[in-house]
């Protein structure tokens, strides 16, 4: 299969409409500010933007994305601004929900693993002193005087695997991968729309 069929995940390619009237050269000249932060290089042909970066800044209006190519190109309509952008951050919030749901199934198998494991322990006491476990049973079952005396009830029977303690749970890897999938799908809507705001304002701008 293709990259280009799931690249889509971490690479964002669109297009902007250049004015009417401005050159690739002008256009070019309002584009290049915005890479001109630390920690970023880029380079400049005569259609053409490239940059790398290695350490986005907050206040870097491309923060999201380490590597693009920024190209002018003619088309029947003028000429335009297409761009291809591609952000490691938002392939990080990709992968973690599936970590993380990972995680939690490994968890569930484990603990179920350890049940198993323990109840053959436990059917195996059973069988070799079945009688000595009755007893303790109706010791810890039984009141002791003053509680008789005080009017106390009696006390429950522990349920089956409670003196095993908590059973393992997932529900803190699904928490997990619930926020960095929505996390995921908020910058994939949210940042491909900010950074065709962004250069539009800067082609646009008087």
């Not at 280009?4 to 669109?14: F, L, Q, S, T």
Request: charged share 25%; with cysteine; glycine share 8%.
């Amino acid at each position: 299969m293709s990259l280009r069929y799931i690249d889509w995940i971490w690479h964002v390619r669109d297009s902007v409409a250049v004015p009417e009237g401005q050159t690739s050269s002008e256009a070019l000249d309002r584009l290049e500010p915005m890479l001109d932060q630390m920690d970023t290089t880029h380079q400049r042909g005569e259609t053409t933007l490239t940059f790398h970066r290695k350490a986005p800044t907050p206040q870097d209006p491309l923060s999201v994305f380490e590597d693009g190519v920024l190209q002018i190109e003619e088309t029947a309509q003028g000429k335009t601004l297409r761009y291809h952008l591609v952000s490691k951050a938002l392939l990080f919030c990709f992968l973690l929900p599936l970590l993380f749901v990972g995680f939690g199934q490994l968890t569930l198998y484990v603990g179920a693993y350890q049940k198993a494991a323990a109840e053959a322990k436990e059917k195996a006491k059973e069988m070799a002193g079945g009688d000595k476990k009755k007893k303790d049973e109706a010791k810890v079952l039984q009141l002791n005087p003053v509680d008789k005396m005080l009017g106390a009830p009696a006390p429950e029977k522990p349920k089956k695997g409670e003196e095993r303690g908590r059973k393992p749970s997932a529900t803190a890897a699904y928490v997990f991968a619930g926020i960095f999938a929505f996390l995921y799908l908020v910058g994939r809507f949210l940042e491909p729309w900010l950074v065709r705001r962004r250069f539009n304002a800067r082609l646009t701008e008087g």
